[in-house]
Nanobody
Framework: AQFVESGGGLAPAGGSLRLSCAAF????????VGWFRQAPGKEREGVSCISSSDGNTYYADSVKGRFTISKDSAKNTVYLQMNSLEPEDTAVYYC?????????????????WGQGTQVTVSA
């Protein structure tokens, strides 16, 4: 499987960014997909996930109410809309996928990973 991530960049505190992850070689009909992030000196954190069939979602407490995950199964693409960004959201964001459900969020290691995209939020 291969992922193509986009949408990272620089945003001011309070601003918004939208991450996209297009998957090739696996189908969202069979894989849960979502995002992890890792900031320098910090542990990797599972941010959000959406399951394959029923669309159940997971959000880390740190992003609840600010981030929204969605997917377009026809395009095999998952999105992370990030609003009310905070400097603490600064990290490399990785798209990831695992079979069927979001059991590997927030602390596990999904089977498939993207290359990561940098998100930087200025104070």
């Amino acid at each position: 499987a291969q992922f193509v991530e986009s949408g990272g960049g620089l945003a001011p505190a309070g601003g918004s960014l939208r991450l996209s992850c297009a998957a090739f070689g696996l189908s969202f009909e069979h894989y849960a997909v979502g995002w992890f992030r890792q900031a320098p000196g910090k542990e990797r954190e599972g941010v959000s996930c959406i399951s394959s069939s029923d669309g159940n979602t997971y959000y880390a407490d740190s992003v609840k109410g600010r981030f929204t995950i969605s997917k377009d199964s026809a395009k095999n693409t998952v999105y992370l809309q990030m609003n009310s960004l905070e400097p603490e959201d600064t990290a490399v964001y990785y798209c990831a996928a695992d079979f069927l459900v979001c059991s590997k969020w927030p602390k596990g290691s999904p089977d498939f990973w993207g290359q990561g995209t940098q998100v930087t939020v200025s104070a």
